[in-house]
């Protein structure tokens, strides 16, 4: 069984930065890439970034340039840093992992965390 275990949120003010982090529990041919998604409160699940094995990303438009995708490999861990938060970015945020083509869509098969509640204040 696989296993993604999410950690980082929590809540902070306006401007500020969280870094959050998801683990995988055993590594597997079946996963090249993983990635973050959120939920707000009343909206539908969107994808937030996601990185493949070999370094390539995705983000969503209203996150690029604020918020960074990053993997340790060797760790099957990946990273979720966020820079310049704001009261929107409020979330449950959810780590996804699978196998992903090469505009690093997912695809067939994936694994999803429990998610870790971020909120910002103004």
């Known amino acids: 069984q696989v296993n993604l275990v999410e950690s980082g949120g929590g809540s902070v003010q306006a401007g500020g930065s969280l870094r959050l982090s998801c683990a995988v529990s055993?590594?597997?041919?079946?996963?090249?890439?993983m990635g973050w998604y959120r939920r707000a409160p009343g909206k539908q699940r969107e994808l937030v970034a996601a990185i493949k094995t070999d370094g390539m990303t995705d983000y969503a438009d209203q996150m690029r340039g604020r918020f960074t995708i990053s993997r340790d490999n060797a760790k099957n861990t990946v990273y979720l840093l966020m820079n310049s938060l704001k009261p929107e970015d409020s979330a449950v945020y959810y780590c996804?992992?699978?196998?992903?083509?090469?505009?690093?869509?997912?695809?067939?098969?994936?694994?999803w965390g429990k998610g870790t509640l971020v909120t910002v204040s103004l």
């Open positions: 996804r992992a699978g196998m992903a083509d090469g505009g690093v869509r997912f695809y067939g098969m994936d694994y």
């Open positions: 055993a590594s597997i041919s079946s996963i090249n890439a």
